[in-house]
């Protein structure tokens, strides 16, 4: 009896590829693209369905696979070979694709850290006890999961950097200046 449902068991385990709805996602996924971000739009407008990727890419003068593109030669050669890419470079001619996503490439966009309001609370308290003493702040029996003095240093920079060290300071300010009045 055992036996029939050890085999029954192992059965439902094997995987059937030759399902119609598995196939459909391969082939659906094959020439998809798979970009997230800035560029989506970008290389959205210039895709064409129905090329391959590597014709795709090659239309939109982007490189699939760098390697190929740009053989590797040997140390001697290579002062040479960098003076010919750059040559090269001036006088290739540009996509309208390439120089779409050269200017998104230049906006500077960093994302901002966002800073937990358990570790904003950790951060002020070791601030207004210590300054700037972190091996002191690694020591504090606040100090719950034993950062080193240099992980401390780095949570208090990511603080004052971000955003809500601004809000935080403008606020500060605010009530400092009521309780004045």
Same mark, same amino acid.
């Given at each position: ?14 995987? #059937?590829?030759?399902? /119609? ?6 082939? *659906? +996924? ?30 939109? +003068?982007?490189?699939?696979? !760098? #390697?190929?593109?740009? /053989? ?6 290579? =002062? ?12 290739? !001619? ?12 230049? $906006? ?11 570790? $904003? ?9 210590? +300054? ?7 020591? *504090? ?10 992980? $401390?240093?780095?949570?208090? *920079?990511?603080? $004052? ?6 809000? *935080?300071?403008?606020? =500060? ?9």
């Amino acid at each position: 009896m055992a036996y029939v449902r050890a085999r029954k068991s192992r059965r439902r385990k094997q995987a #059937n590829s030759t399902k /119609p709805a598995v196939k459909r996602k391969k082939k *659906d +996924g094959k020439n998809r693209l798979h970009v997230q971000g800035q560029l989506r739009p970008v290389l959205e407008k210039a895709w064409d369905e129905k090329k391959t990727l590597t014709e795709n890419f090659r239309d939109m +003068g982007l490189v699939l696979n !760098p #390697n190929r593109s740009m /053989p590797i030669h040997k140390a001697v050669e290579k =002062a040479a070979a960098e003076e010919q890419m750059e040559t090269e470079k001036l006088s290739a !001619p540009q996509s309208s694709v390439v120089s779409e996503l050269e200017k998104v490439a230049a $906006i500077d966009s960093k994302r901002e850290r966002h800073v937990a309001p358990g570790e $904003i609370e950790f951060i002020a308290y070791m601030i207004e006890k210590h +300054g700037t003493d972190y091996k002191a702040m690694a020591r *504090d029996k606040r100090n719950w999961y034993q950062n080193t003095p240099k992980q $401390i240093k780095r949570k208090v *920079d990511a603080y $004052i950097r971000s955003e809500q060290f601004k809000t *935080d300071q403008v606020r =500060a300010v605010k009530v400092l200046t009521r309780q004045d009045e």
